[in-house]
Each structure stands twice: as structure tokens, then as C-alpha cells.
């Protein structure tokens, strides 16, 4: 296989709002993040992936931006971002930019121009209809609750905007709005950043004709399987590829809501015609239910086991994976699939991190952050879950008490409580008031107190890190076959890696109890890392709760 350096990476993922504040305004911003590189290049990953820093007026948390080539007020300033990229560079770091040209914020002045009369010259860079039967063009419903389609006073027409109303979709089937897009990009390639992470990019090409969608579930609105991995969307991208992204050594990941194996196939196929790898979601969509996302209800661990082999069996050779737990869409791995110990963290994220992709760590994960008790819908910020919220316990569709506990099992804010340095007051993220309140376990939980003591789950992370980046079992960690053994256990995850006759055993007890195993591998050669000391292959051994350790055998 072709070696490329994105293979060979381990991508750091900020949050800037919840990072770290420089001016005690109580959101992060650039200078807070330039404070850390120290941290994180001890950590050891080389990749960040930089949440919008964009200008936005932040209603959905800068996914709304309202100028692509500058930077939003709270965040700091285009100088502040410079030398941010400088700093970065100087330590061996590089930075990757979300792209969110999916929508814009209706602040963005071609929206404004867009809404402002039918023959505006503009016009077309969104998709407009007229209404349908006194009602909305059809029945597409917000992925933020209620319907994607607005109404607009001002010409009698609705916008579509498949996230908030104030994030109207783009059209993309205007080779004007095309245009503007790579030239958007290529002035960010120019300025040296080293790639995009493309946010909802298998959204941007809609079915001709815009037909209603299945119902989905009781929410009396059709789903959106009409606007990903739409019928142009590979050849946009192609023409992305050809016009912006070979011209530079950049990395690509696009966010691909609704992706099959067969379309990953394409859009993250080894030719290179269109992206590095994509993030699919299927893993992290196994512990729904009928409300969907809103609800306790844990994973099963051989359904997620099956799940993610068939990523890896089936990627092989022909595209690049991607690995994450966490990011801020999503809740905190130490609750969802551990127990918030820090021995679960470890194992938890030891199955992660020798599978076959590119390993993306989201801020926080690495000191085992844990999802947060926020206790009532007003100390939630995420317009997701306010939306739902009102949408669900305002019809009786749910109760309060079981929208909570769906919130606090799996809502967005979860990952987007302040980054825990330090014992002091605000977990050290802020002296002034935090946007957002702090998860109120970094007393236990922090940065400082990990980085002090070796056993801690940081540590660990760090160790995933090296051996994968410079070890001498980094060509079979990145580039090794995968093989999933005990496919019918419900307690052990466990796999080998193979490559050039060298193998390596992966073995984790995703449990809290003790777990007995009988091992096909008899002895080792050699012990990589494990949660435990003195981890030694038996042919059988007992595992203990948590136990997680990687050997070559
Ligand atoms: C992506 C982002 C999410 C955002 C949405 C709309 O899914 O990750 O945070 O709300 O797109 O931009
Ligand atoms: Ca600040």
C-alpha cells in the first residue's frame, strides 16, 4: 500500500469555545489554544482539526459562518490565527480547517443579497421554492427539529436549511456557487493550513425535483435520504479534487452523514480522486433507540464489534479509515462504552487505536473526560438538544425527566463542557465565567494532576500515540491487516494486525467484571502497552475488570 503521512497521523480535535481563554471572557479563543501546543505536542499527536473558527454569529456555535475568510470576534483575529499556524509548524504540528460549505449562516452577505428579491443576482446560490398546498414545498424535516424548510416574508418564497434557520443550505448545482468555494479554499491552501475536515459534505447535492422523504418515526417529517450522497456529489468533488486539493499536500476528511461502505468506497477511494477518508457514523448510531438519539441505552458490544470489522474488512485496499470514539457531536466514550474509571478509559481507547485508519483523539478524551450531569434543560447551550427538548416534551412525546436522561447519555454538550486543566476554579479553562458550565469532576479529572502522574490515562494516550507515530511496530500498526478474533464474545474485544509475517494481538475486557480467557496465542515477544502491569500471554488466564494489553506474538 502507499505510504502517506495522513496514514501516519494522529489528528487532534479542538473545540475552540471550550478549549482554553486567553482574555477571561469565558470562551476559548486562539491565544489559549497557541498557550497549549506545548501540551500537545507532549501529547505527541501531529494533526489538528480546528473546529469553525470562522466569523459567525453562533447559532449553531460558528457551523453558521457569515465570512469563510476571517475570524470570529471571540476567537481573536486573522494575526492571532497567523501566528497560531506559525507556532503549530514550528513544533512538527500540522492544522486542518473545517469546511462548512454545506450552508452558511443567513448573515452571510450572498444569503442577504440571496433573500433580498427573486431576480437578485444571488438568487441561485440557495435553493428556493414556492410553497406546496398552503404548506411547505415538501416534508423534509431539520436534522434541529421542525420542518427544513422558511418561510421568507420578503419574496413569499421558503428557503431550505437541513440544520437550523439560520443555516440556509447552498446550491450547489450553481457552478457560480462552485467557483466560490474553491476559491474560498485555495485562499486558505495559500496561507499553508494542511487540510479540511468537510462538515456534512455528502449533503451538498440534493435529489432532482426535491420529493418528499419517508416518515421518519412519530416525528411526522421525512427523513433527509434525499439529500446525502446525492446524485452529483461525487462529481462535485471531483471537480473539488482537481481544481483546490491536488495542487496541495493536504489532508482531506469529509463528515458523511448516511454513508454506506459502498459510497465510503468512492469518496475516500485509494486513487485519490476525491478525499483521504471519511467519517462514518454507523458505529456511533448503534446505542439508539426509538427516540433516536435520546436515550441511556448502551451499546452491544458484538453488534459494535461486527460493525466496525466490517469497516475495517471491507475498506481494505480499496479506501482509508478513519477512527474516533469521540468529537463534539458526540457524548464521552468513558461513559458511553467505559465506566468512567480511568482503567476504563484505557481500554477503551486501546481498541480504538490499533484498528486500521487515521486515530482522531477529541480534546478531553485523553485525561478519560466523562459526560456531564447537567441536571435541567437550562444549563444546556446546543441548539440540537433545546430544539428536541421543546419539540419532544412540548407534544408529550417524551417526558422531561427521560429527555434529560437521553441528554445526558448522548447530547452534544457532553463534549463541549470546558477542557479540565487544572484543580482551580473553572477547571482552569477561564477566570471569568465559562459559556458553558464545567463538568464539576475536574478536581479528579484534570490536566495537570496527569500529566504528574505516570499511571494516568494522559500517559497512556501518549504511549497510543508513540507507538503508532515511532515505534518499531508503527508500519504494522498503520499499515497491518486486521483480523477480528472471539467474534461471539459479548465481554472481549480482540484482534491481530498483520503485516510482512509480523503480528500483534489485541486483547480488552470491555467489562467491569473479571472474565475468563483461553488464548490461541500461547507466548509473546513482546508486551506494547497494557492498562495493567505485568501483563503476561497465558494460553488461559483470567482477565481482570478493564484489562486491556497489546503484545507482538
Ligand atoms: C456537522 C457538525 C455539527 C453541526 C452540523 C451543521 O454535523 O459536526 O456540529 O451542527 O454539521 O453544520
Ligand atoms: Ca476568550
Redesign the pocket.
Known amino acids: 500500500m502507499e505510504k502517506n503521512w495522513w496514514k501516519e497521523s494522529v489528528v487532534y480535535q479542538i473545540y475552540p469555545r471550550s478549549f482554553c481563554d486567553s482574555n477571561s471572557d469565558g470562551i476559548g479563543d486562539l491565544n489559549g489554544i497557541r498557550s497549549k501546543l506545548d501540551y500537545l505536542h507532549e501529547l505527541g499527536i501531529n494533526v489538528i482539526w480546528l ?1 469553525p473558527v470562522y466569523k459567525s454569529p453562533n447559532d ?2 460558528g ?2 459562518i457569515s465570512d469563510y475568510q476571517d475570524i470570529m470576534d471571540e476567537f481573536g483575529t486573522l494575526d492571532d490565527f497567523d501566528r497560531l499556524l506559525e507556532e503549530a509548524h514550528a513544533l512538527g504540528i500540522k492544522i486542518v480547517m ?1 469546511l ?1 460549505v ?2 452558511t449562516s443567513d448573515e452571510h452577505p450572498w444569503f442577504v443579497e440571496s433573500r433580498s428579491s427573486k431576480n437578485n443576482d444571488k438568487r441561485d446560490f440557495y435553493i428556493w421554492r414556492e410553497g406546496k398546498d398552503g404548506g411547505t414545498p415538501n416534508n423534509w424535516g431539520s ?2 427539529s421542525g420542518s427544513a424548510w422558511e418561510y421568507d416574508e420578503k419574496t413569499g418564497m421558503y428557503y431550505l436549511h ?3 434557520k439560520k ?1 440556509p443550505d447552498l446550491n450547489w448545482d450553481n457552478p457560480r456557487v462552485r467557483d466560490e468555494v474553491f476559491s474560498m479554499m485555495t485562499w486558505w491552501c495559500e496561507k499553508g493550513i494542511d487540510g479540511f475536515r468537510m ?2 459534505i455528502s449533503m451538498i447535492s440534493k435529489v432532482e425535483g426535491l420529493p418528499d422523504g419517508k416518515i421518519e418515526g412519530n416525528s411526522g417529517f421525512g427523513g433527509l435520504e434525499n439529500t446525502t450522497n446525492g446524485p452529483h456529489v461525487h462529481e462535485y468533488l471531483q471537480e473539488m479534487n482537481r481544481r483546490v486539493l491536488s495542487k496541495y499536500d493536504i489532508m482531506t476528511v469529509g ?1 458523511c ?1 448516511g454513508v454506506t461502505i459502498e459510497e465510503a468506497k468512492k469518496y475516500a477511494s485509494l486513487d485519490g480522486k476525491e478525499l483521504n477518508m471519511v467519517f462514518q457514523f454507523e458505529h456511533v448510531g448503534l446505542d439508539y433507540d426509538e427516540h433516536g438519539k435520546w436515550s441511556d441505552r448502551r451499546f452491544d458490544l458484538k453488534e459494535l464489534k461486527a460493525n466496525l470489522s466490517k469497516w475495517q474488512n471491507e475498506l481494505e485496499g480499496k479506501a482509508w479509515n478513519s477512527l474516533f470514539w469521540d ?3 458526540q457524548p464521552r466514550i468513558a461513559s458511553r462504552l467505559g465506566d468512567e474509571s480511568p482503567i476504563s478509559a484505557k481500554a477503551v481507547a486501546t481498541v480504538l487505536h490499533f484498528m486500521k485508519g487515521t486515530p482522531y483523539i477529541y480534546q478531553g478524551e485523553e485525561l478519560g473526560m466523562t459526560n456531564c450531569r447537567f441536571g435541567k434543560i437550562e444549563n444546556c447551550r446546543d ?2 438538544e433545546i430544539n428536541a427538548y421543546k419539540d419532544l416534551v412540548g407534544s408529550g412525546k417524551m417526558t422531561a425527566g427521560d429527555m434529560m436522561a437521553g441528554i445526558e447519555a448522548k447530547g ?1 454538550d457532553n463534549a463541549r463542557t470546558p477542557m479540565q486543566w487544572d484543580a482551580t476554579e473553572n477547571a482552569g479553562f477561564t477566570t471569568g465565567k465559562p459559556w458553558i458550565m464545567v463538568n464539576p469532576n475536574y478536581k479528579e479529572i484534570n490536566a495537570e494532576a496527569e500529566l504528574k502522574d505516570k499511571n494516568s490515562v494522559f500517559h497512556y494516550y501518549k504511549k497510543l500515540v508513540a507507538l503508532r507515530r515511532r515505534s518499531e511496530w508503527s508500519d504494522l500498526i498503520v499499515y497491518g491487516r486486521y483480523r477480528l478474533l472471539d467474534t461471539d464474545s459479548s465481554e472481549i474485544f480482540s484482534y491481530t494486525r498483520e503485516l510482512d509475517g509480523r503480528k500483534i494481538f489485541v486483547l480488552c475486557n470491555l467489562t467491569d467484571k473479571e472474565v475468563g480467557y483461553k488464548s490461541e496465542f500461547v507466548k509473546e515477544k513482546s508486551l506494547l502497552v497494557s492498562n495493567y502491569k505485568d501483563a503476561y500471554l497465558r494460553d488461559s488466564m483470567t482477565l481482570k475488570p478493564w484489562f486491556a494489553a497489546v503484545w507482538e506474538v
Open positions: 473546529s449553531d456555535n457551523y453558521d473545517d462548512v454545506n450552508h436534522c434541529f437541513c440544520f437550523s443555516q462538515d456534512v463528515e452523514a468529537n463534539h457531536d441548539i440540537e452534544r
